[in-house]
């Protein structure tokens, strides 16, 4: 046997064993995130651990670079594609920057999902939004209504009058208004995400419509600044300040009375479903526009246009489970 | 004595603070009511004091642009400490939180005074470091209410002889200020300073000295409206209080400060912020289109400002002519 068969050999019986050895290896999925250190992605990979528990055969690895670059993202990518891990699912610090890396990852065989923050359509198979526009401001408004059996009047405070994310939102809860008889939008105000003048408009609002009901702040400034205000005009009870902010700002305000239930999105629902996904397509799920891939428990994901889905309404926090909640985010 | 207080800047401020009410009145006139008008000079009290603060800085003809940082820094230090150790009293809050405003105001004071360096710039840069700094203690990280303790967040808000403490330090802050500029020899020192340097120095006052104590008593106010501001907010991060500075500065020009130093009183300035203050508080219940806020309180500014450049534009005198009467 010549020297350069032997070799040959070798290379081929190892090349046989490496690879029958991946088939019996766990499912390798790594869950990229903006930074490491961040609540919110902390949160999000207890969901991907569930996720991995309830498929049995998936190792999750967490990782991400140290602070939110595209660069440390790039570099923590390059590392897992020589890992030769399965499926990596990515929250982008930049939607472009990562594209060409994620690129040679999809070229390797490596199934890639994006998921909260989107990658280009070119670099990733599927993206996955924590929710919608329309799931957003119908949520928002059905907050207020929950608490309102008898209807009444309604204001919004929100960010700036360009925040583009706000001003989508709230176009979208005025066009659910009509599927809630007796609510009334009274006014739409801005406080700039300033505390100061986020303050003054809840109390500009409290003066100018001594009948309302909730006040709806999808803006994490702004309703911690009406509850605040409702707070200090003495009105909890009377007026529900709600909308969108994190468990860990808002406890303080559930626990007071002045919100009694706000919205986000659920980061543990996030990751598990960010990994049922990325699971599914690497056993063949399509992602063609149109298609539907199961995410476990939370039900199906519908791709659209541009490969993107919505996984679900925003969750629900109240005095039930803030406590829970507001230590991870 | 009538005749001249009514041509005086006060009495134009005055004025326009009455007319304003008026109008405001017109269209809600619930705003007028006592309880909501203590309200408003309830909010517009930390303006109040950071204006009174800026005011003796722009006397000396150096201005602090870090004033709104300084103020955001020392909120955050109050409130990790409070987290930290939440029986801590709140005098102790109080102390801490007036001690490091000084020494960040110091340290504007000492760059002007020992480098020379244009205040513009060297409070340019404070103010970016000291927003840095914010960043750094907190990790970015927000401090909420329900991690603050009750004294904490009651002290702002308590009601003392119908009007809550906030309001009474602004009250007092300015009763000291309005001493402190008249009757005092550093108060009168700020404006000889600012108004002639030169002279200030032939009268032997020393014109670094004078800026750095401005500058140190500014910083000491923010440094107090720090820890008030996060009282009543109960909420600390990184932004509060964002782009402020720009409000205190705009309260001292409409308060009839000039900005080349030298010019001005408290009783013009407290007018000037209750101004602001009206129009800030007034906005949201008028029921204008917030499109158009911005535009109409930048407008209210420059018309202030128009008149009291018109009511307070010296004219020159004429010393052979009054030379040749006399003779």
Redesign the interface.
């Known amino acids: 046997m010549s020297v350069l068969k032997k070799i040959l050999t070798t290379v081929a019986v190892t090349a046989a064993m490496v690879g029958s050895a991946a088939h019996a290896e766990n499912i390798k999925i790594a869950l990229v995130v903006k930074a490491l250190g961040i609540g919110f992605f902390e949160a999000a990979n207890k969901g991907a651990e569930e996720a991995a528990a309830e498929l049995g055969n998936v190792d999750i690895i967490y990782t991400g670079p140290t602070d939110t670059t595209a660069e440390g993202q790039i570099e923590v990518i390059n590392s897992l594609i020589a890992q030769g891990v399965d499926a990596i699912a990515i929250s982008a610090n930049d939607p472009d920057a990562v594209v060409p890396v994620l690129q040679k990852a999809m070229e390797r065989g490596i199934t890639v999902i994006s998921w909260d923050s989107g990658v280009a359509q070119d670099g990733r198979q599927m993206h996955l939004n924590p929710s919608s526009t329309d799931l957003i401001g119908n949520t928002i408004i059905k907050l207020a209504a929950d608490h309102m059996p008898d209807g009444g009047q309604v204001a919004i405070l929100s960010a700036t009058?360009t925040s583009t994310n706000q001003n989508a939102w709230i176009d979208a809860a005025k066009a659910v208004l009509p599927n809630y008889p007796g609510i009334e939008l009274a006014?739409?105000?801005?406080g700039d995400d300033?505390?100061?003048?986020s303050?003054?408009?809840a109390?500009?609002?409290m003066?100018?419509y001594p009948d309302l009901k909730a006040i709806i702040a999808p803006t994490t400034v702004g309703i911690?600044?009406a509850c605040?205000a409702v707070t200090?005009a003495g009105k909890i009870g009377q007026i529900n300040v709600t909308g969108l902010g994190l468990p860990?700002?808002?406890?303080?305000?559930v626990?007071s009375g002045a919100t009694e239930s706000f919205a986000i999105w659920n980061p543990i629902d996030l990751g598990y479903a960010a990994t049922m996904l990325a699971y599914n397509i690497h056993n063949g799920a399509a992602t063609t526009p149109g298609s539907e891939i199961p995410m476990g428990r939370i039900g199906n994901a519908t791709l659209d246009d541009t490969g993107s889905a919505a996984m679900s309404d925003p969750f629900t926090y109240d005095k039930s489970n803030i406590e829970q909640f507001?230590s991870i985010f | 004595m009538f005749k001249r207080f009514l041509a005086s800047r006060e009495a134009i401020l005055l004025g326009a603070v009455l007319i304003l009410l008026a109008l405001v009145a017109i269209r809600?006139p619930?705003?007028i009511a006592p309880a909501?008008l203590a309200?408003v000079f309830n909010?517009t009290s930390?303006l109040i004091i950071l204006a009174l603060g800026q005011m003796i800085v722009i006397l000396t003809k150096c201005i602090d642009l870090s004033i709104a940082a300084n103020l955001a820094l020392c909120g955050m230090v109050v409130a990790i400490l409070n987290v930290a150790h939440p029986d801590l009293p709140v005098i102790v809050t109080l102390v801490v939180a007036t001690g490091l405003g000084t020494i960040l105001g110091a340290i504007n004071g000492l760059l002007v005074w020992k480098l020379t360096i244009p205040p513009i710039v060297v409070t340019l840069g404070t103010m970016t470091i000291y927003r840095g700094t914010i960043f750094l203690i907190s990790n970015g990280k927000?401090v909420?209410?329900?991690?603050m303790s009750a004294p904490f967040k009651a002290f702002s808000?308590q009601i003392l002889l119908g009007l809550p403490v906030l309001s009474w330090i602004a009250l007092a802050v300015v009763a000291t200020f309005a001493v402190l500029l008249t009757r005092t020899t550093l108060g009168r020192a700020f404006y000889a300073v600012g108004g002639n340097p030169h002279a200030a120095v032939y009268a032997g006052l020393n014109v670094g000295r004078t800026q750095f104590l401005a500058f140190a008593i500014a910083g000491a106010l923010a440094g107090l409206t720090g820890y008030l501001?996060v009282s009543r907010?109960?909420?600390a991060y990184v932004?509060?209080?964002?782009?402020?500075e720009l409000d205190v500065i705009a309260a001292c020009v409409i308060g009839g400060i000039a900005i080349s130093g030298g010019i001005g009183s408290v009783g013009g300035l407290v007018l000037g912020a209750l101004f602001l203050g009206v129009i800030?508080?007034a906005?949201?219940?008028v029921?204008i289109s917030?499109?158009w806020q911005l535009a109409i309180s930048g407008a209210a500014i420059v018309i202030a400002v128009a008149f009291n450049a018109r009511s307070s534009r010296t004219k020159g005198r004429i010393i052979l002519k009054s030379a040749e009467v006399a003779a």
């Open positions: 009058t006014a739409v105000v801005y300033l505390s100061d003048k303050y003054r408009e109390q500009g609002l003066s100018s911690l600044a605040q200090d860990s700002e808002m406890a303080g305000c626990e507001k | 809600f619930a705003f909501n309200n909010d930390p927000w909420n209410s329900h991690e808000r501001w907010y109960a909420v932004d509060i209080a964002g782009g402020f800030k508080n906005l949201p219940v029921n917030p499109f």
